[in-house]
């Protein structure tokens, strides 16, 4: 019964704002552990006393919304990630955690290694995140190198931090097609603020709008994720450290609620068929998920499989990256890719309008 109390908390999640009640996101991480608990005790209760099994059986029943969002179940003959009929095009997002530019001493491999990666897709669409460019010598030009060597000539770059006129920090969308109309719509305020993107593109005479962002992280730094570690490995009661942690997660919960409002609103009043991709730093059992998903289509659940993870560290259950679409298109294929050269996998799928 405990364990049905916090798994039902955990599916009110996609209806009670962190703004209103931050306490129920934490609930929320442990959803893929309860959902593992809930099935085993369905399955223990089916064997040894089948009356005591209805209490997991409608537990899940109303909480099938964040369940059926979580994990994707597919048949072996619906997989088919290589599938690109004629007449669809390739969407690929990617968290590109600045090429690792300040995570190693020498972030050309990576950078490399990226490069090879996406050339590898063929991408008519090519969202990134975390993205980083330069004008300076001896620097990396990212976003003239890209359009140039993956022929993407068509860019729309954020550029929300600066530095010294000729480093640039944000999102960005590369395009194939060619872009009618792009800008930028601030999701939140502070030095540290980005944007949500858009790029309105013509393909085959179809006006489409494609969106891309990177909501609020928790801004977790180095001293931080020893922390975790420590706590986790249990060598350090770590109360003075989880209060920091739990500060900032808050915080970051509160923050992405109201970005996820000004998204939904956003792609809820667009003109055209939207494809919204974007690191959401947020699970799918999240309030942030479901408030900027609305009546989308996620290409994951359509074409996927699994629990999809697509983010390395902290657990192996994190889901965070995504691609939605508007309900008429039709998803062909989807596929994540685990590469190491990002802490975040890239998503690519092969749609049609």
């Not at 050339?119 to 008519?124: L, V």
């Not at 998920?289 to 996927?304: E, I, W």
């Amino acid at each position: 019964m405990i364990t049905v109390l916090f798994f039902l908390l955990a599916c009110l999640a996609p209806i009670i704002s962190p703004v209103r009640f931050w306490p129920i996101s934490f609930v929320t991480l442990g959803f893929p552990f309860l959902l593992a608990v809930m099935v085993l005790f369905l399955i223990f209760w089916l064997i040894f006393h089948p009356r005591y099994a209805l209490i997991p059986a409608v537990a899940l029943l109303i909480g099938w919304k964040s369940v059926s969002a979580f994990v994707a179940i597919r048949w072996p003959s619906e997989k088919n990630a290589t599938l690109r009929p004629e007449g669809s095009f390739t969407v690929m997002s990617y968290n590109v955690a600045l090429f690792g530019l300040y995570a190693q001493k020498d972030s050309k491999p990576t950078r490399a290694g990226i490069f090879e990666l996406i050339k590898s897709q063929y991408p008519d669409v090519l969202c990134l995140q975390d993205f980083y460019t330069s004008e300076k010598q001896d620097d990396f030009n990212n976003r003239e190198d890209i359009s140039r060597e993956m022929a993407l000539p068509y860019r729309f770059f954020s550029s929300d931090f600066n530095r010294k006129g000729s480093q640039h920090w944000g999102t960005i969308i590369f395009s194939r097609y060619r872009i009618l109309q792009s800008d930028k719509v601030k999701l939140s305020t502070g030095p540290l603020g980005e944007s949500l993107i858009y790029a309105d593109i013509l393909r085959n005479g179809d006006t489409l709008r494609v969106v891309n962002m990177h909501l609020e992280s928790y801004r977790f730094n180095a001293k931080d994720y020893e922390s975790i570690e420590k706590i986790r490995k249990q060598e350090d009661t770590g109360l003075v450290a989880a209060k920091g942690i739990v500060t900032k997660m808050r915080d970051a919960y509160v923050r992405r609620a109201r970005q996820a409002s000004i998204v939904a609103d956003f792609i809820r009043t667009s003109p055209h068929p939207v494809i919204v991709c974007g690191d959401f730093n947020d699970t799918p059992a999240s309030y942030t998920y479901f408030k900027v998903r609305g009546n989308l289509q996620d290409a994951f659940l359509r074409k996927g499989s699994g629990i999809g993870r697509t983010f390395s560290g902290l657990s192996p259950t994190l889901r965070i990256d995504y691609v939605f679409l508007d309900r008429s298109f039709k998803v062909h294929s989807f596929h994540t890719i685990h590469s190491s050269l990002s802490d975040h996998y890239p998503v690519v799928t092969s749609i049609s309008h």
